[in-house]
């Protein structure tokens, strides 16, 4: 299993970004797996910031990205997107991106994902 995420780059403070990942691989049914975006910033642990379970209707955001941004999937696509409004200087990070099975795992805890992506990393200044 492939996630290949992409969309980083710079951006000012206000302004918005997408960020895409792609699944691929054998036996990958994309429609069973809660998708998340992680993120990363130097000196820090990965946080969880969106993550949107099978079928598309629940999603979760950290409080930090809470009515900024927006977690979704296209299923046609095998393709994970977060759009992101408003950014903030602190929202600067690496962004990953992480596939696994439903699990009694948090869904901001890295266990809860088998897959991770190479990450794209984006600056807000």
């Known amino acids: 299993v492939q996630l290949v995420e992409s969309g980083g780059g710079s951006v000012q403070a206000g302004g918005s970004l997408r960020l895409s990942c792609v699944a691929s691989?054998?036996?990958?049914?994309?429609?069973?797996?809660?998708m998340a975006w992680f993120r990363q910033a130097p000196g820090k642990g990965r946080e969880g910031v969106a993550t949107?379970?099978?079928?598309?209707?629940?999603?979760y955001y950290a409080s930090s990205v809470e009515g900024r941004f927006t977690i979704s999937q296209d299923y046609a696509k095998n393709t994970l997107y977060l759009q992101m409004n408003n950014l903030k200087p602190e929202d600067t990070a690496m962004y990953y991106c992480?596939?696994?099975?439903?699990?009694?795992?948090?869904?901001?805890?890295?266990?809860?994902?088998?897959?991770w992506g190479q990450g794209t990393q984006f600056t807000v200044s």
């Open positions: 949107i379970w099978p079928g598309g209707r629940i999603t």
């Open positions: 992480a596939a696994g099975l439903p699990s009694g795992a948090a869904w901001w805890s890295t266990n809860r994902y088998r897959y």
């Open positions: 691989g054998y036996a990958y049914d994309y429609s069973n797996y809660c």
